[in-house]
C-alpha cells in the first residue's frame, strides 16, 4: 500500500503555533469583554467592601462569605502574559514580535 505522508516539522510547528493562538483569542476575547463590560453586581460589592486585595485574582468579599469576586483587569493581565510566554516558548530561538509585545503588555497592565 501507499504509505502516509509525514509532516513537515515547520507544518508541525505552524499547527502547533496557530493552536495556541485560537486558544488565547478565546480567551483574551472572553477577558477584555468582562474587563469593558464589567459586572455591575460584582463591581458594587468590590466598592461596598473594604480594601482591595494585591494578591490573587480578585477582591476577599464580606457579603459572599469570603469568596473571591474577579477583577477583570487583573485576569486580562495574566491571560496577556501567560499567552505571550506560550508564543515565545512555541517559537523558541527564533523572534516571536507578538508574544514579547502580549508579555509586555500584561506586565504593564499588572504593575497598574
Not at 5 to 30: A, H, P
Amino acid at each position: 500500500g501507499a504509505e502516509h505522508t509525514k509532516l513537515d516539522d515547520d507544518f508541525t510547528r505552524l499547527e502547533k503555533s496557530t493552536d495556541v493562538y485560537i486558544d488565547l483569542e478565546v480567551e483574551l476575547s472572553d477577558k477584555t469583554r468582562d474587563y469593558l463590560y464589567p459586572n455591575p453586581t460584582v463591581r458594587a460589592k468590590m466598592i461596598t467592601d473594604k480594601g482591595i486585595s494585591t494578591l490573587g485574582v480578585g477582591v476577599t468579599s464580606k457579603a459572599l462569605g469570603g469568596g473571591i469576586l474577579p477583577l477583570p483587569e487583573k485576569a486580562l493581565s495574566e491571560s496577556m502574559e501567560k499567552g505571550g510566554k506560550k508564543m515565545i516558548d512555541l517559537y523558541g530561538n527564533e523572534p516571536c514580535p507578538y508574544g514579547e509585545s502580549l508579555a509586555a503588555t500584561g506586565e504593564a497592565m499588572n504593575q497598574l
